[in-house]
T-cell receptor
């Protein structure tokens, strides 16, 4: 069974601080997506990483895919209160019936305090 | 453009009652996914359709759950009879042809008493 573990589960920081959250697995994924979910809303895609070692930047957010395509990290520089939300990673994998499906982590709940 | 539309946004019902959740995907999208989200288990895929045909329903917890997609612009998820452990937020998401990005609706927050 393919699993994605996210850490930390909860993170509360002050505005202006830097942070990194992680998404780890023992399985290889062909691609990995990061989503942000705000309270009362559905997840919204931030980025997709495909190539091992790939780094993508989205303003103050930096995403990295591990060389072996088993893990990923999200680094936020100078966090803002607007970054508050649940950060979810999802890997492109397969279920027990060999049907293609997204494997979801449980998420990191981030609170940025002003 | 309108995103994925779900109704109702909130539902409170009593154990044993039938619950029907509705979803209108983004126009032109050909894949539709139903998810359930809880604190303990996170996002769980229940079922997904491709061109209105159910492709993978292995995530449907038991026979009390059923889903239909009678046409490209509408899908329902029904729970009958409902139980307190079904309380969760249910999301619908759609994907365009040949695309990877899932576009989520705002969810239906279900509470079964």
């Amino acid at each position: 069974t393919q699993l994605l573990e996210q850490s930390p589960q909860f993170l509360s920081i002050q505005e202006g601080e830097n942070l990194t959250v992680y998404c780890n697995s023992s399985s290889v994924f062909s691609s990995l997506q990061w989503y942000r979910q705000e309270p009362g809303e559905g997840p919204v895609l931030l980025v997709t990483v495909v190539t091992g070692g790939e780094v993508k930047k989205l303003k103050r957010l930096t995403f990295q895919f591990g060389d072996a395509r088993k893990d990923s990290s999200l680094h936020i520089t100078a966090a803002q209160p607007g970054d508050t939300g649940l950060y979810l990673c999802a890997g492109d994998g397969f279920n027990a019936g060999n049907n293609r499906k997204l494997i979801w982590g449980l998420g990191t709940s981030l609170a940025v305090n002003p | 453009d309108a995103g994925v539309i779900q109704s109702p946004r909130h539902e409170v019902t009593e154990m044993g009652q039938e619950v029907t959740l509705r979803c209108k995907p983004i126009s032109g999208h050909n894949s539709l996914f139903w998810y359930r989200q809880t604190m303990m288990r996170g996002l769980e895929l229940l079922i997904y359709f491709n061109n209105n045909v159910p492709i993978d329903d292995s995530g449907m917890p038991e026979d009390r759950f059923s889903a239909k997609m009678p046409n490209a612009s509408f899908s329902t998820l029904k729970i009958q009879p409902s139980e307190p452990r079904d309380s969760a937020v249910y999301f619908c998401a759609s994907v365009g042809t040949g695309q990877e990005t899932q576009y989520f609706g705002p969810g239906t927050r279900l509470l079964v008493l």
